[in-house]
């Protein structure tokens, strides 16, 4: 770890970044990022960097690094126009988050902290809801306590889980919420407690509410990248089966460097609102499944049905899926597409990367790790 103690400003890593000429208009602007060491706090940041802000991170205090997806961030935190510093934190720690909402004096925040994983909220659900729901709440109170209603503006990560139930497809900013785990619950609640800063204080808070996006440095037990890690184990000999639990569900999948610029492009208008952000298209489980095996040349064939349901490779007849219940969820979504014709309409935000660009990206990125992991060892 390049830094492991605080200067007077109580930060600790910083990266040193050139500007151009373009990004000047955003070059005084400060943005503060809760969550910065998850995949999409670090596309966050390196977008905010690349567009000249100066950005601060609170990540958590970890017996392991857990910082390798913005290692490449950092850089020495005594030389001069060092742009990105990192800050001790915790959802769960009122008095810490107003610390450092002091310190910084954000023009904005990016509140993406959250306990993200919907099967752990099961069995975590105390403490989903207190970080993800009450967690979002303490925020928007620093904000309040510190009197930087009118300067500093609020985005909360809200989801597509908030719809759980299916009340209607495609799923827009005005369709009903159901949730169906303790995370989606937990978020509901910080999903209105922002609408409620916003119309009790004039605050410029607003939700983005983000279908699922994905990418290379997705967390490995979301159920992308674990079938892209798996493909690409299978495929180098390092495992023989990937068990999987509903292949049923449909996601509307996009790339999560597409998203994070949605974030940024709602904190950019003159009024506060919600927006959901999603490709507009849908595919199952057992699809994404099917494209990863495609990018390294096998046909799965599918065979049996229910928990017995295997998936077999075409050519050669070794199961290679293999469904276990135990990755079965008590309330299940079974189908996510979003309609994102507002963000277009509004903010002239769509995704760039399809769907089948974003599962060769992830299975090309893996495979080569994978590979460089084992080179020069028996498989
Ligand atoms: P990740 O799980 O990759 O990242 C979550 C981040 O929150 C990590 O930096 C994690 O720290 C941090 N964190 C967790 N708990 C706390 C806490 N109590 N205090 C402070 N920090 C905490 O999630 P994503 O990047 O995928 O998602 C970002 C946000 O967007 C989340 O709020 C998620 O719920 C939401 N979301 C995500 C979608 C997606 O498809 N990716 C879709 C819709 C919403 P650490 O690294 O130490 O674990
Ligand atoms: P999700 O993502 O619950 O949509 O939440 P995840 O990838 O975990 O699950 C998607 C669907 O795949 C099914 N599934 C499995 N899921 C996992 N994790 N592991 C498996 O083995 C498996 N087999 C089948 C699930 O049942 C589910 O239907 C993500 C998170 O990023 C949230 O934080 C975010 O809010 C939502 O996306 C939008």
């Not at 390049?2 to 400060?30: D, H, M, W, Y």
């Not at 407690?193 to 204080?201: D, G, H, Q, S």
């Not at 492009?265 to 609102?273: G, H, M, S, T, V």
């Not at 495609?294 to 199961?319: P, S």
């Amino acid at each position: 770890e390049p830094f492991s103690r605080t200067n007077g400003q109580g930060c600790e890593n910083g990266l040193k970044v050139k500007v151009s000429t373009e990004q000047e208009r955003a070059l005084s602007k400060i943005a503060l990022i809760t969550g910065v060491t998850g995949q999409d706090g670090a596309y966050l940041a390196e977008l905010l960097l690349a567009k000249g802000y100066t950005v601060h991170g609170v990540k958590r205090r970890s017996s392991s690094f857990n910082t390798e997806r913005v290692e490449h961030l950092y850089h020495d935190v005594h030389e001069s126009d060092v742009r990105f510093r990192m800050h001790y934190g915790d959802l769960t720690d009122a008095t810490n988050l107003i610390r450092i909402v002091q310190e910084v004096q954000p023009d904005e925040i990016y509140n993406l902290a959250a306990q993200s994983h919907v099967q752990v909220s099961f069995e975590t659900p105390e403490y989903t809801a207190n970080s993800d729901g009450l967690g979002t709440l303490r925020l928007l109170e620093a904000i309040r306590i510190l009197g930087l209603e009118k300067k500093t503006r609020f985005y909360q990560a809200s989801t597509s889980e908030l719809y759980g139930l299916v009340q209607e497809t495609p799923q827009k900013e005005t369709t009903p919420f159901y949730p169906r785990s303790p995370y989606a619950a937990a978020k509901l609640y910080a999903y209105w407690i922002t609408v409620n800063y916003r119309e009790a204080y004039g605050m410029h808070a607003s939700n983005g509410i983000l279908f699922n996006h994905e990418g290379p440095t997705r967390g490995e037990t979301f159920v992308t990248r674990k079938i892209t890690r798996a493909v690409s184990a299978i495929q180098l000999g390092l495992q023989k089966t990937l068990y999987l639990g509903n292949l049923d569900a449909k996601r509307d999948w996009g790339h999560a460097r597409d998203y994070v610029e949605g974030m940024w492009r709602i904190l950019q208008q003159d009024k506060a609102e919600d927006y959901v952000l999603a490709t507009g298209e849908t595919h199952s489980i057992r699809e994404f499944v099917e494209l990863a095996f495609g990018h390294v040349g096998r046909r799965i064939e599918w065979r049996g049905t229910g928990v017995d349901e295997t998936g077999v490779d075409a050519a050669t007849g070794d199961v290679l899926i293999q469904v276990d219940p135990r990755y079965f969820r008590p309330t299940e979504v079974d189908l996510l597409l979003g309609d994102p014709s507002k963000a277009r309409a509004k903010l002239g935000w769509t995704h760039t990367t399809t769907f089948p660009e974003l599962v060769r990206e992830m299975m090309s990125s893996d495979l080569a790790r994978f590979e460089r992991e084992t080179s020069g060892r028996p498989a």
